[in-house]
């Protein structure tokens, strides 16, 4: 451009006031301002400018110094902040993003639609499932580990990463991160993630272009390995945009040793993250040589590269007019000095040379304190990059970027800077620095992200609108955020360019709704509450705030406006009201019936429904009854008529039972033709298609169901349920009080005994009408007169002191008194009184035990009859005893005298005797030895019991062996077999315990079968209190009917010549149990064998 007019270069701008500022320059007065201009390529650019008068001989005016200021990018960031500021300064919830939350191990917990849309899975396919699902697999572990930190406590920043969809696809996403945690110590991480993929393919390179004035970019992606560059780059190196690319190729247009100094500069970026800025030789495809300039900066999250991007600009003119640029200090020292911008000149190892006046002015100090300083005292050592800054300036001899520097006073702020290393006329290395105060820029930065913070974390619904029309077709809807869609249903896309109408419905208020478009109008804030409708038709509660936004000049351009689902709320209210009358209704004097026909009125002004009723389970839990009805128009009226005999069913039964059976909520459609809805032909003669029911349930058990009947086929259930399910527990417990009232009213009128409440003045406040019969008196009577005058005169005084001890707080009392009926007759009653505090009343019940005291007279009597007797009973059994064991001892010697005299004649007068003789001999010794046996074990018996001895601990299995060594030539000689498992330790008297299992095996060997040999097994069984004990043999066996007579004394089953024995030794092992406290007792099958059991305390 050189040798070009200044005008010119600017000759599309369109501004008087720059003309006017050259114009004025000239005659030595300075002039700045903000001018837009067009580039060659028609995009509008604006520039900050100042015109500085360089004076010459005799103080006129040489040149002029023109300073311009690239400002495109803060007026937009002006243009954007100021719209963001008026549509989002009340903004309370998140824009629509994608968002997750997963729980301490990383395990999906929830999705919403928009990260589904994002990873092109559904819902169910996430949940349950770990994150790293969606995430590549050479970044899993590392996501995985940060996930973990977070979830400990450590931050996590913000950041881009790339991500695989279902379908395989690798996409770009910003990700950020809450952690939420709740009083239990639980904690879960949201993550809200966008998909920036098509913006991020080329805002990377646009943004580094812009800010490198419009040259081209290139981005290479680590993971895909995809080159990728601007249109620019591609007419730079004068090839079709139409070419494949890969960094190979690119490397390519770069030979010799400038290939070899780019080749090492971007391996360096991919493994160290470094950023570069090289001059190079290229030749383009038409073998043309060029001066380029290639830059990069790598893009690495957690110490890791993973995409790399940066410019390429064609510098061949630039190096050819390098010389232009390098022109004397004495001509640009006015424009140094006059500049806007902070310029300074500084050595490489930070001492500040030099500082224009912006400079000095933007920091405060004069050019002799910057050179005290230096840049250490200047720039905040904490400023991000900053060494890595330093490192590029001094590796490629120029840097740009931000800092944080420090005012005299101490304040920080930031600023844009520009810096190049260049030799001086003495060969020496300098730097010049330019810097930009954005310190308002980043104030107003950091405005918009707290407010999109604030738009990105809220949980009310936010809805923006045109201004206008305010009358058909309305203002249209230009954005909603995410809690909008989550709250109504609709999609973004459904609902931008419709009108807010599409919410409203049949029982939208429209009386509200007429005044909210009123106060529209006059571009007043206002509020409204209404019922709206979700895109599925259910019903809802909203409150709306709608607030006008005006733009700079004051004119409204938006409505903005917040909402919040009230339906809890609401539901709330109508919960409370609804509960309230119920409970007035349910305590009024009304029967149950009637008072359950009150509260089906009471779902009438808050439930869409044509006909509701309630059927009760009876008291015996066998059927459910109809007991209450309402009809919400005549139709309904004329089901009830057509249906009036099906108000009985059993469990399981038509909906009513089957409700019943199940506990839960049951919802039938289509109901005119399901055959398990028993009054299916009325629904489908009056058109009815949907049955709803609920349980109602008291400890657990349904008490009743309530049932609500509707016309229409598709029922938002939800409204339903909202408002029903909450007042069932309170219902059913209503039901079940007043079924006990008046169980408790039927009790008390048709009982047999007295139900009487007394109080404290003496008087009967209500007696049942069994009181007045058992008394002789009337109701009235009993009422009227005080108490004492009923009771007889020798019971006052007790019953007076059990009253005064039930006041006290001694509890129930039970007595018993004496009162007098009308008749002059004395009663006897048993009574319990009850007291309560609370109301200061006695209860009592009372029951007539006149017959009873006379029948206990009489047992009494009886009684003492008997006790009489058995003393003499027990007298004469102790003198039987005495007298059997005085006989048994004293017979045994005459006995033994007739044996042995009789075996002595035999002896002698052997010869003499005949055979005869000899026979009957042989019959008195033998019957005399019998009868010595039978003596002996009558002396046996009867010493059971009377000898006292102690008892002590000793092992039963121990006694078993004792008598089986008795036995041992018995069991030899018939090859038997005695067997027992674990036997217990008992305590009873050793020797009768070793008797009776010595006698219990003998009789088992005794009665052994002649086929087999004998087998004995002895086992114990432990019960509660006793040890059970078991014998059980494989002998000849007991006919059942001989169970019990074989226990009494001297009874035998079998003749003396086919089994030996007196037939006393089981009444003896029968009297040793008894003294032990136990039972004996047999079961037996004849030719099989005997069980015998006998029970002993343990």
Not at 491 to 510: C, Y
Not at 883 to 904: C, G, K, N, T, W
Not at 985 to 999: D, F, K, S, T
């Amino acid at each position: 451009m050189s040798g070009k007019s200044f005008f010119d270069v600017t000759s599309n701008v369109k501004s008087t006031k720059l003309i006017y500022d050259v114009r004025t320059a000239f005659s030595g007065d300075e002039g700045s301002g903000e001018i837009e201009i067009a580039d060659i390529k028609g995009n509008n650019l604006w520039f900050q400018y100042h015109i500085t008068p360089v004076l010459g001989r005799h103080n006129k005016v040489q040149l002029l110094s023109i300073g311009m200021l690239d400002i495109t990018e803060a007026k937009n960031y002006a243009l954007k902040l100021n719209s963001a500021e008026r549509l989002l300064h009340s903004v309370f919830d998140s824009s629509t993003t994608g968002i997750c939350i997963t729980d301490t191990n990383g395990i999906f917990v929830d999705v919403n639609s928009e990260y589904c849309k994002i990873y092109g899975y559904s819902r169910e396919e996430l949940i349950g499932q770990p994150f790293t699902k969606v995430v590549p697999t050479e970044n899993q572990q590392l996501l995985q580990d940060l996930h973990d930190a977070f979830i400990s406590g450590n931050e996590e920043l913000d950041a881009e990463w790339t991500v695989q969809r279902k379908d395989g696809q690798f996409i770009d996403i910003y990700a950020s991160a809450m952690l939420l945690e709740y009083s239990d110590g639980s904690r879960f991480k949201v993550t809200s993630v966008r998909d920036i993929s098509e913006n991020k393919k080329y805002h990377n390179l646009l943004t580094e272009t812009q800010s490198k004035a419009h040259v081209g970019g290139w981005e290479f992606d680590v993971y895909t390995r995809e080159l990728t560059w601007t249109e620019e780059v591609y007419n730079i190196f004068e090839i079709s945009d139409s070419a494949k690319l890969s960094l190979d190729i690119m490397n390519e247009f770069f030979v010799d040793e400038a290939g070899l100094v780019l080749d090492q500069a971007i391996n360096n970026s991919l493994e160290k993250g470094s950023v570069f800025d090289l001059e190079l030789t290229a030749k383009t495809s038409a073998n043309r040589t060029i001066w380029t300039r290639i830059t990069c900066k790598p893009i690495v999250v957690h110490k890791k590269t993973i995409k790399l991007f940066g410019t390429i600009q064609d510098i061949t003119l630039k190096k050819f007019n390098q010389q232009l640029m390098n022109a004397s200090e004495q001509k640009y020292r006015a424009a140094f000095q006059n500049s806007m911008l902070g310029f300074f000149v500084t050595n490489p190892d930070g001492r500040i040379e030099d500082a224009n006046i912006a400079a000095c002015e933007m920091f405060g100090y004069t050019v002799e304190e910057f050179r005290e300083l230096g840049r250490g005292g200047i720039i905040d050592p904490n400023t991000p990059h900053l060494e890595q800054m330093l490192k590029e300036r001094l590796e490629t001899g120029k840097a740009s970027g931000e800092l944080i520097c420090i005012r005299k006073n101490g304040q920080r702020f930031h600023v844009e800077f520009t810096s190049a290393i260049y030799e001086n006329d003495e060969g020496e290395l300098n730097t010049t620095t330019i810097m930009h105060d954005i310190s308002n820029r980043k104030t107003r930065e950091h405005h918009l992200k707290l407010l999109e913070s604030v738009l990105t974390n809220t949980q009310d619904a936010v809805l923006i609108t045109e201004a206008e029309p305010l009358d058909e077709p309305g203002p249209r809807i230009i954005f909603v955020n995410e809690a909008f869609t989550k709250m109504t249903g609709y999609t973004s896309d459904e609902v931008l360019g419709k009108n807010p109408r599409i919410l409203q419905g049949p029982k939208t208020d429209q009386k509200l709704l007429r005044e909210f478009g009123e106060k529209l109008r006059r571009w007043e804030t206002c509020e409204l509450e209404t019922i709206n409708y979700k895109k599925n038709g259910e019903e809802f509660w909203i409150n709306i705030k709608a607030t006008p936004v005006a733009n700079e000049d004051g004119w409204y351009t938006h409505w903005f406006a917040i909402e919040r689902d009230v339906t809890e709320r609401k539901n709330r209210e109508i919960y409370r009201k609804l509960i309230n009358d119920i409970n007035q209704v349910m305590n009024s004097s009304f029967m149950l019936k009637d008072s359950l026909r009150g509260v089906l009125e009471l779902f009438k002004p808050v439930l869409d429904f044509d006909l509701c009723e309630i059927w009760t389970v009876n008291m015996d839990k066998k059927i459910i009854n109809m007991v209450a009805k309402y009809a919400n128009n005549p139709e309904g009226e004329r089901f009830y008529e057509m249906t009036k005999d099906n108000i009985v069913m059993k469990v399981g039964q038509g909906l009513p039972g089957t409700i019943w059976k199940k506990k839960e909520r049951i919802h039938w459609n289509k109901i005119g033709s399901r055959k398990l809805y028993l009054r299916n032909k009325a629904a489908s003669e009056i058109g009815l298609n949907t049955f709803l029911g609920y349980p109602l349930i008291h400890n657990n058990e349904v008490v009743a169901t309530l049932l609500f009947g509707l016309r229409e086929e598709h029922v938002h259930v939800e409204n339903f349920d909202a408002l029903i399910q909450p007042v069932c527990d309170q219902l059913s417990a209503e039901i079940r009080r007043k079924q006990l009232d008046e169980e408790i009213e039927m009790i008390f009128n048709f009982a047999p005994d007295i139900i009487c409440v007394a109080g404290m003045d003496g008087y009967y406040k209500k007696v049942n009408p069994a009181m007045s019969q058992i008394l002789g008196y009337s109701e009235s009577e009993l009422l009227t007169q005080p108490i004492k005058n009923f009771v007889h005169p020798d019971d006052i005084k007790i019953t007076g002191k059990e009253i005064k001890g039930i006041k006290k707080g001694e509890g129930k009392s039970f007595f018993e008194n004496r009162y007098i009926e009308k008749m002059a007759i004395q009663s006897g009653c048993h009574g319990q009184l009850q007291f309560s505090m609370k109301r200061g009343l006695i209860y009592s019940v009372a029951k007539n035990i006149t017959d009873k005291k006379e029948a206990d007279q009489r047992l009494n009597k009886l009684n003492d009859e008997l006790e009489s007797r058995a003393k003499a009973l027990a007298d004469s059994n102790a003198e039987l005893e005495q007298f059997a064991y005085v006989a048994s001892h004293d017979l045994q010697e005459p006995l033994r005298m007739i044996s042995s005299f009789l075996s002595q004649i035999e002896k002698k007068y052997n010869d003499k005797l005949d055979d005869k003789g000899r026979q009957y001999i042989h019959f008195a010794v033998d019957g005399a030895q019998r009868m010595r046996s039978i003596i002996l074990d009558l002396l046996e018996y009867s010493r059971v019991g009377r000898v006292e001895t102690e008892y002590s601990d000793f092992n039963l299995g121990e006694v078993v062996n004792e008598v089986i060594q008795l036995y041992k030539a018995q069991l030899s000689e018939t090859q038997g077999k005695i067997s027992y498992s674990k036997l217990p330790e008992i305590r009873a008297i050793r020797v009768p315990i070793r008797q009776l299992l010595q006698n219990l095996i003998g009789n088992a060997l005794k009665f052994r079968a002649k086929d087999r040999p004998p087998e004995i097994q002895i086992s114990a069984k432990e019960l509660k209190s006793f040890w059970e004990i078991k014998v059980k043999d494989n002998g000849i066996g007991i006919s059942p009917d001989y169970s019990d007579r074989v226990f009494i004394i001297f009874q035998r089953l079998h003749t003396k010549q086919e089994y030996e024995g007196s037939g006393m030794g089981l009444a003896i092992c029968k009297k040793i149990i008894e003294k032990h406290g136990g039972k004996i007792w047999v079961e037996s099958n004849p030719g099989k064998g005997s069980t015998f059991h006998f029970t002993i305390k343990k």
